[in-house]
């Protein structure tokens, strides 16, 4: 059976059936208008296997937000979240905006995971969640464009709080931190089913 793998769909607006799981870790650009501004994202999609553990856990440095995709059909994939969510806690900035998602909804007459048991791993974890299809381009631009203005709109505030000069806003290509020590972690509100 081959992957659904939204990031094709985000990035390339394109899905192929034949797509192969991921090895190692693959990378891809797009940008993306958020508030009147043009961001480039840098999307970095991680293998899920643990033999790739190793390998993927240095590409979390410095990142600002991920997603966590199990697949609704197979119910390991789901049991999975809280080892990977761990890692991804061990090895980035508290404050990173994550978003919990639920691909492969187009087949429900197959589903092991439901959205409740998403939506209830979400909130307990103070994640954002969503279902995707990348087979049917269902809320794939949504996830990956709501996890983006987040990231976006919390640079933006901590530069107008920082005084509003233009040398507190992010150089082009320049890394971006998104703790906010005002606060603990951020739940967005982006749920949905």
């Known amino acids: 059976m081959s992957e659904y793998r939204a990031e094709d769909e985000f990035t390339r607006n394109e899905f192929n059936l034949e797509t192969k799981s991921t090895i190692g870790v693959e990378f891809a650009t797009r940008s993306l208008n958020v508030d009147g501004k043009v961001i480039k994202a840098q999307i970095w ?5 643990e033999r ?3 390998i993927t856990s240095a590409y979390y440095r410095g990142a600002v937000g991920a997603l966590l995709v199990y697949d609704v059909t197979r119910r390991a994939t789901f049991e999975n979240i809280e080892r990977w969510l761990k890692e991804l ?26 959205t409740d048991e998403g939506k209830t791993l979400a909130e307990a974890e103070s994640l954002c969640f969503m279902e995707t299809s990348a087979l049917e381009a269902t809320n794939v631009e949504n996830a990956f464009s ?16 920082g005084g509003g000069d233009t040398g507190s806003v992010p150089a082009k290509g320049a890394a971006i931190d998104v703790r906010d020590e005002s606060v603990g972690p951020k739940r967005f509100g982006c749920c949905s089913g």
């Open 45 to 49: 999609d991680t293998a899920g296997q």
């Open 52 to 54: 790739y553990r190793a």
């Open 89 to 114: 806690r061990d090895h980035t900035d508290p404050n990173i905006v994550v978003m919990l998602i639920g691909n492969k909804s187009d087949l429900r007459h197959l589903l092991a995971v439901s």
């Open 146 to 161: 709501e996890v983006i203005t987040q990231i976006y709109r919390i640079v933006s505030k901590k530069a107008v709080e």
